[in-house]
């Protein structure tokens, strides 16, 4: 219950809609970019694992190998960059308020997927 309470404060005060709506656009340009599908792919599941963080976790996935870590690469020079700005410039903001600690936490959680989405997997923690 108290997951589902702090996902929802988060979609409202957290940010998590905003920072849903970046990784779409970012998803949105890869889709145009035919090369790019895989990296939109990855951009959804972030989009979504942004909404409804709390109670979830990234863990690497099995069998990801040496072409996902090139192409997390080429992933932080056309969107990871701008993506885990925003998740630091989040994260700062709701720090400075006592009530938006753990928002701001989340933000920071968030920073290493926004570089390396490749090669990893949202899963329930536990």
């Keep these: 219950m108290i997951r589902f309470v702090l996902n929802v404060l988060w979609l409202i005060f957290g940010g998590g809609l905003v920072l849903a709506i970046g990784y779409g656009f970012a998803a949105l340009i890869c889709f145009l970019l035919v090369v790019t599908i895989p990296f939109g792919v990855a951009a959804l599941r972030l ?14 996935k099995p069998g990801a190998g040496v072409g996902s870590g090139v192409a997390n690469v080429l992933w932080v020079v056309l969107a990871g960059w701008w993506l885990a700005l925003s998740h630091i410039l989040a994260g700062i903001a709701l720090c400075v308020t006592i009530i938006g600690i753990p928002f701001g936490i989340a933000n920071f959680k968030l920073v290493p997927a926004a570089f390396w989405p490749l090669g990893r997997e949202v899963v329930e923690a536990p």
């Excluded at 989009?47 to 690497?60: D, E, I, K, M, Q």
């Design 47 to 60: 989009a979504v694992y942004s909404l409804w963080p709390f109670g979830r976790t990234l863990v690497p």
